[in-house]
């Protein structure tokens, strides 16, 4: 299974919500990865797990929390969010911990805060 | 500043011919490039990693350049079809043992048939 997967496709949420995306993949990599990408724009960098632990937080907001439940799965629970935090939010994963491997994307999750 | 600059932000080409998309940087010593693929609403698509030490590397239609004096590198589609018509974007390793890749703002391919 090359593949990574991302759930939901869409989500439409309200500024006082609280929801989750979700991310799995099962190639047995030991990093994973969280992108902003807003339109005709390069995917920026939010959050990086290494070995399950998190390795690097780009200067989020809090209301974007992070969590890798185990090597597999990892989140992005969202609360209290804005209108410009609309994008489409992609995770990706790579073999090695370090960095140095291609990423594998998944689809991504379009979000849309109203 | 760190910059990534992909030149064309968009490019057109007839179908057969070959694309090529250029990518510069400055203020980086990459470790490594790599050049992704992405389609509409789509996650990006890892096509080649070239590493400092390499010059060139190839894969099926595609080669890329890697010239760490000139700080470019260059991505080469040949015999272009229009299923080739997408986002290519370049992206570099930030510092030695990062993490963190950061990816140029894309250069959009146009294949006419």
């Known amino acids: 299974d090359t593949e990574v997967t991302q759930t939901p496709k869409h989500l439409v949420m309200g500024m006082t919500n609280k929801k989750s995306l979700k991310c799995e993949q099962h190639m047995g990599h030991r990093a994973m990865y969280w992108y902003k990408q807003k339109a005709k724009k390069p995917p920026e960098l939010m959050f990086v797990?290494?070995?399950?632990?998190?390795?690097i937080n780009e200067s989020v907001p809090s209301r974007f929390s992070p969590e890798c439940p185990n090597s597999s799965l990892l989140n992005l629970h969202l609360h209290a969010l804005q209108p410009e935090d609309s994008a489409l939010y992609l995770c990706a994963s790579s073999q090695g911990p370090w960095g140095l491997d291609e990423q594998f994307f998944g689809p991504g999750t379009r979000l849309t805060v109203l | 500043s760190q910059k990534i600059e992909q030149n064309s932000e968009a490019l057109n080409i007839q179908e057969g011919k070959t694309a090529t998309l250029t990518c510069n940087y400055t203020?980086?010593?990459?470790?490594?490039l790599q050049w992704y693929r992405q389609d509409p609403g789509r996650g990006p698509v890892f096509l080649l990693l070239i590493r400092e030490n390499e010059k060139e590397k190839r894969k099926e239609r595609l080669k890329v350049t890697f010239d760490t004096t000139l700080k470019q590198s260059l991505f080469h589609i040949t015999a272009s079809q229009p299923a080739d018509s997408a986002t290519y974007l370049c992206?570099?390793?930030?510092?030695?043992?990062?993490?963190?890749?950061?990816f140029g703002k894309g250069t959009k391919l146009s294949v006419i048939p």
């Open positions: 797990y290494s070995y399950e632990k998190l390795s």
């Open positions: 992206a570099l390793q930030s510092g030695a043992g990062s993490y963190q890749l950061t």
């Open positions: 203020n980086y010593s990459p470790a490594y």
